[in-house]
């Protein structure tokens, strides 16, 4: 209990802490009282929502057809279902539960004795999402001279986003390569002190995805779609709210490298430091964008994804005692000891 209560601490403070100074630092600069009296581009906002959407839903399709390479019965319609809920759980911290913990609970429920496979699905789902945001930021770096537009950190950053891809590049290899240690690998595994019956299962139930490469492939395409949108969704807040914006070719750098602290437990905070950060470095043609209004375009992304969400709330309360038991289940598993099954 007194572990699960410091964990929500942990979870609820960090990102109120991170938002006061953003908040704090961006009054000084009037960012919130210039945007208020100024003038917005709504159809603009509008789109956005739609590109943003389209991304969430891509997402959802995407792991729907991860699931279905495993053979589990699931339709269309549930991985919409919960894959909103889910979502929803990724931008609050109900129950100190993440959204990917939850998916894959539901999806447990909903075929039991299949757990492993649906760890491995939403595990998979995760890696190749995460991965292919490099890439693009990598593709977009390059393609764009980012790295020569900012200061010797922002080169340190675009270097490392270089580095992250090559080193995914070669884990995706590893993971879709076949076992030349002829199982000594996933034994080894298995030898881990608490989770290694998990792991040993999890390792055999992502062997599955190596023989069907076309899947997996189909998902890499997908994630490119998905993380152009959500670029896109972006530019375009940005552009409906500051006459002068980054153009969109930079926001392929800016939203995936933003996008990428998503991997940290925080709820918020991460995403709008980097973002007001990056936003500082980058010409617009009437000057980078001052401090403060980084931050202003963040939140107003937030603001879509919340309203995206609120449809996996309208879920979220119509199925409240299940989910309720899945949080309840997923706790234990979050702050005791891993299931076998």
């Known amino acids: 209990m007194v572990k699960r209560t410091a964990l929500l601490a942990v979870k609820v403070g960090v990102p109120i802490a991170i938002l006061a100074y953003l908040f704090w630092d961006a009054q000084k600069d009037d960012a919130f ?11 603009l906002l509008g789109l956005s929502l739609v590109f943003s ?23 269309l319609k549930d991985a919409l279902r919960i ?15 993440g959204g990917d913990l939850l998916k894959a609970y ?22 190749i999402g995460l991965y292919l945001l490099f890439v693009v930021a990598s593709a977009a770096i390059l393609l764009t001279g980012f790295a020569d537009f900012g200061n010797e950190l922002v080169r340190t ?29 996933t034994r080894l595994l298995a ?5 290694g019956g998990l792991l040993e299962k999890v390792a055999e139930a992502v062997a599955m995805y190596r023989r069907r490469w076309p899947v997996v492939l189909a998902s ?5 779609a998905v993380h152009s949108f959500f670029s896109i969704g972006v530019y375009l807040i940005c552009a409906a709210l500051y006459e002068h914006a980054p153009s969109l070719a930079m926001h392929f750098v800016i939203s995936p490298l933003g996008a990428a602290t998503g991997v940290l437990p925080i709820v918020a905070g991460p995403f709008e430091i980097v973002l007001n950060f990056l936003y500082t470095q980058v010409p617009t043609g009437g000057g980078a964008i001052a401090s403060g209004q980084g931050l202003v ?3 107003s992304y937030r603001i879509v994804t919340v309203v995206i969400a609120a449809i996996g709330y309208v879920y979220y309360l119509a199925n409240r005692a299940e989910v309720a038991k899945v949080i309840h289940e997923a706790e234990r598993y979050e702050t005791g000891p891993r299931p076998q099954g």
């Open 33 to 43: 009282t210039t945007l208020a009296h100024q003038s917005k581009n709504w159809p």
């Open 53 to 75: 959407g389209t991304a969430v839903l891509l997402t959802l399709i995407r792991w729907y057809y991860l699931v279905r390479a495993l053979e589990i019965p699931f339709t």
């Open 83 to 97: 894959g909103l809920v889910g979502y929803l759980f990724n931008l609050a911290p109900m129950g100190v539960v």
């Open 106 to 127: 539901l999806l447990a429920l909903s075929c039991p004795g299949r757990r492993t496979q649906a760890v491995a699905s939403v595990f998979v789902d995760r890696v």
């Open 157 to 185: 950053i675009c270097t490392a986003t270089h580095a992250i891809t090559i080193a995914g590049t070669v884990a995706m290899i590893a993971l879709m390569a076949p076992d030349l240690s002829g199982g000594a690998s």
């Open 191 to 195: 030898k881990t002190p608490v989770v």
């Open 220 to 224: 890499a395409l997908m994630s490119v």
């Open 297 to 299: 375009v963040a939140l």
